[in-house]
């Protein structure tokens, strides 16, 4: 059969560490090529969901501080990445990493699922920014969205602490 490529669309949560490792586990198959695809909103302090940075420099470095929060930002994301991508790794599956900054997350993902022209695309069922904390017990809007918008199959997974 043709080889999968797959995407977990990932934020920085625990929730995707999950569909990471729910996919290695339970959905790829030998053959598949990985996309972990990161959607990073273009307001830094909406992503911001692990600690806020505050910029202790005075009001006109402003600009200074909000660059050099952005690239601290850049760097966190790809380590965080890295660390996300571990079972990959561990399970010798081929993945790329794919960060993408755009202020709407939800249409961002559906296109670039349709760009990359993918089989699937795997993720959590909350997560994604500040959706998570107002959805309490039902789909996070991001994944709600790509349901019904994404052109390719959505598998959604929920954490085992999620009942």
């Given at each position: 059969?043709?080889?999968?490529?797959?995407?977990?669309?990932?934020?920085?949560?625990?929730e995707?560490?999950?569909?990471?490792?729910?996919?290695?586990?339970?959905?790829?198959?030998?053959?598949?090529?990985?996309?972990?695809?990161?959607?990073?909103?273009?307001?830094?302090?909406?992503?911001?969901?692990?600690?806020?940075?505050?910029?202790?420099?005075?009001?006109?470095?402003?600009?200074v501080?909000?660059?050099?929060?952005?690239?601290?930002?850049?760097?966190?994301?790809?380590?965080?990445?890295?660390?996300?991508?571990?079972?990959?790794?561990?399970?010798?599956?081929?993945?790329?990493?794919?960060?993408?900054?755009?202020?709407?997350?939800?249409?961002?993902?559906?296109?670039?699922?349709?760009?990359?022209?993918?089989?699937?695309?795997?993720?959590?069922?909350?997560?994604?920014?500040?959706?998570?904390?107002?959805?309490?017990?039902?789909?996070?809007?991001?994944?709600?969205?790509?349901?019904?918008?994404?052109?390719?199959?959505?598998?959604?997974?929920?954490?085992?602490?999620?009942?």
């Open positions: 059969s043709a080889h999968r490529r797959i995407a977990i669309a990932v934020d920085l949560s625990d995707s560490a999950y569909a990471v490792s729910w996919a290695v586990a339970n959905y790829l198959r030998p053959g598949d090529a990985v996309i972990l695809l990161h959607v990073r909103s273009t307001n830094v302090l909406y992503g911001a969901d692990w600690g806020s940075v505050t910029p202790t420099s005075p009001v006109d470095d402003a600009e501080a909000a660059r050099k929060m952005e690239e601290d930002f850049d760097a966190l994301t790809a380590s965080k990445a890295d660390d996300l991508a571990k079972p990959l790794e561990e399970a010798k599956i081929p993945y790329k990493i794919h960060i993408v900054k755009d202020h709407d997350m939800k249409e961002r993902l559906c296109l670039e699922v349709e760009r990359l022209g993918l089989s699937a695309v795997i993720m959590g069922s909350k997560g994604f920014g500040a959706a998570r904390r107002a959805s309490k017990g039902r789909l996070g809007s991001v994944s709600d969205y790509c349901v019904h918008h994404c052109i390719c199959p959505v598998v959604v997974v929920r954490s085992p602490d999620d009942a």
